[in-house]
């Protein structure tokens, strides 16, 4: 469904992505790992015509990505959850949800909300609280729950456990998990390990602007044998 080839990205002359190439399957959930700063973010940014200066080939469902703008790459059944200032702050939970359902119909628009309080159930009981006052864990609950409820044919999730407390993280990875099921692709950037192997049937392994390794999740055993695999190598 989704195919990098030889993607280049640039930040000014900065050379961040440096040629990486993965794919990502219909009802597949793909995990993207590294250290900090070796351009994980900066890839899903790519994809989704964030920022950065591309090159290269970007193709979602056979069909080139490259130069359409966020909106159109939305409208084909892209979505995008970033790792910070992911919710209207000013606005409550609900209508935060019902921005990511806008176009579908009233009802449906329903059925998204109904779904978005299902995996979530702290989100129902704030549904009239304003998402500015929510918790950090909250708050990436809500970003998950308005970026699946307008039900993208792929999502790109970025660091979503990054910082939350082992419960939340269950609830951000069993929904994750769900989408795959229900045939979304999922290409997620965490270092979760319990995310990653619940979510996650492939990863790949990023070092300094390249991918480095493929790797099945069913390989690794314990979060350390993971680590070590991207650690391999470095100074």
Known sequence: MLELRDLHSYYGRSHIIQGI???VGQGEGVGLVGHNGVGKTTTLKS???LGPRTQG?????GRELRGLPVHARARRGLGFVPDSEAVFPTMTVEENIRTGAFLKARGDQQVCLDAAY????VLAERRNQLAGTLSGGQQKMLALARGLALRPRMILV???????MPINVDFIARALRRAVEEGMGVLVVDASFHLLKMVCSRLYVMKRGVITGEYRLDEFATADQLVATYLKGED
């Open 21 to 23: 190439s993965l794919q």
């Open 47 to 49: 994809i989704m015509g």
């Open 57 to 61: 080939h970007v193709a979602f469902d």
């Open 118 to 121: 299902e995996l979530f159930p």
């Open 158 to 164: 970025d660091e979503p456990s990054e910082g939350l």
